[in-house]
């Protein structure tokens, strides 16, 4: 072999070894970190007040103080979830702040509305897993309605929420309170004012049966899944700022 042909071999040879250092080199080398946008974590679960205990207060609770210029509006948490935002938006325009007791079997369908609720400064609490009768039950049946519910609250916000309100009653029975107690829950939340919306007798109807009881420490029931809520929500807080009534949630009218 020529001088020359032997340099070209050599040189040709050097070329290959690089080009295959190179590769080996290129698999082996770690991949870049991922950029901030992919490692941002999910965002952190709501969480939800656990119970409390009021001292002096009744284990039923119907109203809060009456020296204080606060209301609370509480809705019971099932339906058309559009409604149930459009609600929250008109509340939260208002710069009102509500109570959320929330169907267990609501919350299966519609989970995020847990977070929404919680994220609008708003209490949520429990209404049972099926708005069954919970009065008609025996007291093992009634604790697995409140339980059922609880357990959902618990998973999607961390506690089993501020407040349990029996379904299909104004009033607990003696048994429906002992079960809510073995739940987690210290009182259960009643009403002195009834909308009456769920009968759907009109938005003006609503409003003035909210207006014409009303009063400082008033505990109103609404609920989510009626249009004529929806309608009359924004007059009702126009009336009650007319009055000097701030409404607010019923952790806060009791506190």
Not at 22 to 40: I, Q
Not at 83 to 95: D, N, S
Request: aromatic share 4%; charged share 20%.
């Amino acid at each position: 072999m020529k001088p020359t042909d032997r340099r070209g071999a050599l040189r040709a040879g050097a070329a290959v070894a690089v080009a295959g250092a190179l590769a080996t080199a290129c698999a082996t080398e770690p991949r870049p970190a991922p950029t901030t946008a992919a490692r941002r974590p999910a965002p952190a679960p709501a969480v939800a007040p656990a119970p409390r205990r009021f001292p002096g207060r009744p284990d039923e609770i119907a109203h809060g103080p009456r020296d204080r210029p606060r209301v609370a509006l509480t809705f019971h948490g099932q339906g058309d979830p559009a409604l149930a935002r459009t609600l929250l938006g008109q509340a939260e325009k208002a710069g009102a702040r509500v109570t959320v007791l929330a169907v267990g079997s609501w919350l299966d369908e519609h989970p995020d509305l847990a977070r929404r609720v919680l994220d609008g400064g708003h209490d949520l609490g429990n209404h049972t897993q099926h708005h069954v009768d919970v009065n008609a039950m025996t007291e093992a049946e009634a604790h697995a309605e409140i339980e059922a519910c609880a357990t959902r609250l618990r998973r999607l916000t961390g506690s089993i929420g501020s407040w349990f309100r029996p379904s299909r009653t104004r009033h607990a029975a003696p048994a429906v309170l002992s079960a809510a107690r073995r739940a987690g829950y210290p009182h259960v939340l009643s009403y002195d004012v009834d909308s009456l919306d769920f009968t759907s007798p009109g938005a003006p109807a609503v409003v003035r049966n909210v207006t014409g009881a009303v009063r400082a420490g008033s505990v109103v029931s609404l609920h989510f899944g009626y249009p004529d809520t929806a309608t009359a929500l924004p007059l009702l807080l126009a009336d009650l700022d007319r009055r000097g009534l701030r409404a607010v949630t019923t952790t806060e009218l009791l506190t």
